[in-house]
């Protein structure tokens, strides 16, 4: 068997720099994945949002890659983005075509090919699934000693992916010392991850979507192949 090669993540914010390789570390652990993969010791690549990375026909994302790409074993990407666009550049967003424009573009700079490539969008944003944790959060310290979530604190009803809007607006609003996303997106995520069953009982597509690209990272490496996902096939994504 091959040694663990390196995966590397994409990034929107401050926040999700710190929060999202916890979140990562909990379910390459879960997917007995330490086998083939390590998580890049650097922090992860902050790209921006997804406007930004799309412009140009992605030239920001493929530079963005191909930095990547000068660290040593690569063996895949992950991209976690915010998916809370309505439209970008006038063409209406939609989460698995975007990210498989993504995937797609990747191809060209090695992705499938010299290393796998998987993007994945937090509907509404990552704090939506921080919210659908908030009735096992609620009446929890953070990990630094603060009040989080008010005892009785209970997550909104319906599809987290629709409302509400602004989850960091919600969790300001609720949060006993409000909610800074550079500070304290990473301590609710410590929390989180020992509740990640109550996310699952949401059924939020995009977290199942975070799930279904890990586990397809992992069967890549164990089959020794490189994956770019999604697949413009698979999303009925146009090839731009």
């Given at each position: ?12 914010g ?9 979140l ?18 650097d922090?992860?690549?902050?790209v ?12 920001k994302w ?8 000068k ?13 809370d ?5 006038k ?7 975007f ?6 573009w ?6 499938g090919s010299?290393?796998?490539v998987a993007?994945?969008?937090?509907r509404?944003?990552f704090e939506s ?14 990990p ?13 009803e319906?599809d ?8 960091k ?8 010392g409000?909610?800074k ?8 995520t ?21 799930e ?6 992992v069967?890549?490496?164990?089959s020794?192949l490189?994956i770019a996902s ?8 146009t090839?731009?």
């Amino acid at each position: 068997m091959s040694s663990p090669r390196r995966l590397v993540l994409f990034v929107e914010g401050e926040g999700d720099r710190d929060a999202a390789p916890v979140l990562v570390k909990k379910l390459l652990t879960e997917q007995n994945a330490w086998t083939y993969y390590f998580l890049d010791k650097d922090p992860p690549f902050l790209v921006g949002d997804v406007a930004g990375l799309t412009k140009d026909d992605g030239r920001k994302w493929l530079r963005m890659l191909n930095a990547a790409k000068k660290k040593r074993n690569l063996g895949a990407v992950l991209l976690l983005l915010d998916g809370d666009s309505d439209s970008i550049r006038k063409e209406p967003f939609c989460a698995a075509k975007f990210a498989a424009r993504l995937a797609q573009w990747s191809t060209s700079v090695g992705g499938g090919s010299l290393y796998s490539v998987a993007c994945v969008f937090a509907r509404l944003e990552f704090e939506s699934w921080i919210i659908a944790g908030a009735d096992r959060l609620a009446g929890q310290s953070l990990p630094d000693g603060r009040d989080g979530l008010p005892v009785g604190t209970t997550s909104p009803e319906g599809d987290l992916e629709k409302f509400p809007r602004d989850a960091k607006g919600w969790l300001a609003k609720r949060a006993s010392g409000g909610y800074k996303e550079s500070v304290d997106q990473v301590l609710f995520t410590q929390l989180l991850v020992d509740h990640l069953d109550v996310v699952r009982q949401r059924s939020i597509r995009s977290f199942r979507r975070l799930e279904s690209a890990m586990q397809q990272l992992v069967a890549a490496a164990c089959s020794g192949l490189h994956i770019a996902s999604p697949s413009v096939e698979a999303t009925g994504a146009t090839r731009r």
